[in-house]
């Protein structure tokens, strides 16, 4: 149970050398999640310049090589073993099997796959060369092609490699879908993509006025204005728990979000998408001093993503150039402001 307990702090330390790093360059890190194969250190967001990027990886085995030669250094000073033929022996001294972690640890998040430190290294260097989506694209077909390796090894020697592979394949197609969003993202407002014909609630309104709303449309989070001014956010999952324990006669205000972030049509979309991740909502509230003027939401963002696919798949065929966000003739001029927003 010691060693277990002792595994677990190391891997926290190596999340902290991620964190601690990032918060250099100006990065915060909301939390450090525990996962069965390792942990991860959730960062707001990745650094800009691809040397931050290299630093902030290699920060993490670099806690393991300094524990690591830490711990060898006790070792031969004591005169306990320092290299056994199987380091996981549980009459080997602890102090040894926790060296040969470390070592373990290091070697294995230096693997040149994401979402491994060694995928993040491999497109921080191309990144110093080539553009950021092309660096993390072929970063990614690295990493699936050493998830292909993992997962032929898994099923010959150990299924927990299997699981291993599994887990890399995913993470490196999430990350090369990532950067393909940045670049469709790139150039562009909230106000390009954002909803302006939105239902609005009343603080005094009962729940069954919302659950209307969510019947007869396709919005799903209602801001909450008072007076004309935005005084907070009825998210889906709220008004559900909400409806589930006090009924449709409840009011808006007994179950609205008061302190709910907000952005500006002039916000850039990349920014905001990231805030949209960040606080985990599905829906922002776009406010033009102080007027609630529309609402942006992951799924418009996601029908971005689905027209721009579209339009590029479409400019292939015809053999043409792929169109840039907000150039001349661009798809992505915004509407017409409405200034009629229902009541």
């Not at 040969?100 to 640890?105: A, D, K, M, P, R």
Request: one cysteine or more; a neutral charge; hydrophobic letters at 55%.
């Amino acid at each position: 149970m010691a060693i277990v307990l002792m595994v677990f702090g190391i891997v926290i330390l190596h999340e902290l050398g991620h964190a601690l790093t990032a918060r250099r360059f100006g990065i915060r890190t909301p939390d450090i999640t525990l996962l069965p194969i390792g942990g991860m250190a959730r960062l707001e967001r990745m650094p800009d310049e691809p040397k931050q990027e290299l630093l902030v990886a290699l920060a993490g085995p670099a806690v393991n090589v300094a524990l690591a030669s830490v711990l060898a250094l006790v070792l031969v000073v004591t005169g306990q073993p320092l290299a056994p033929l199987d380091p996981l022996e549980a009459h080997l001294p602890i102090l040894t099997q926790l060296l040969w972690i470390n070592v373990v640890l290091a070697v294995f998040n230096l693997i040149p796959a994401f979402p491994m430190d060694g995928g993040r290294v491999v497109r921080a260097i191309l990144a110093m060369r080539l553009p950021p989506v092309r660096a993390t694209e072929l970063a990614a077909r690295l990493g699936q092609g050493m998830a292909i390796l993992l997962g032929i090894l898994g099923l010959m020697v150990n299924p927990l490699l299997a699981i291993i592979a599994l887990f890399v394949w995913t993470g490196a197609g999430a990350e090369a879908r990532l950067a393909r969003m940045k670049l469709t993202m790139e150039g562009l407002s909230v106000g390009h993509v954002m909803a302006r014909d939105i239902w609005v609630l009343h603080p005094g309104d009962p729940l069954a006025v919302a659950t209307e709303y969510l019947l007869h449309g396709f919005q799903t989070d209602f801001p909450v204005v008072d007076h004309g001014r935005l005084v907070g956010m009825l998210p889906h999952a709220k008004l559900m728990a909400t409806l589930a324990e006090r009924g449709a006669q409840a009011r808006v205000a007994d179950a609205m979000e008061t302190h709910c972030e907000s952005v500006r049509p002039d916000d850039a979309l990349l920014d905001a998408f990231e805030r949209l991740a960040r606080t985990r909502c599905s829906s922002l509230p776009v406010v033009d001093r102080d007027v609630l003027v529309g609402m942006l939401s992951l799924e418009a963002v996601s029908e971005l993503m689905a027209i721009r696919a579209a339009m590029d798949a479409a400019a292939l065929r015809a053999g043409l150039a792929t169109m840039h966000p907000g150039g001349s003739g661009s798809p992505w001029r915004a509407p017409p402001r409405s200034s009629d927003l229902p009541a």
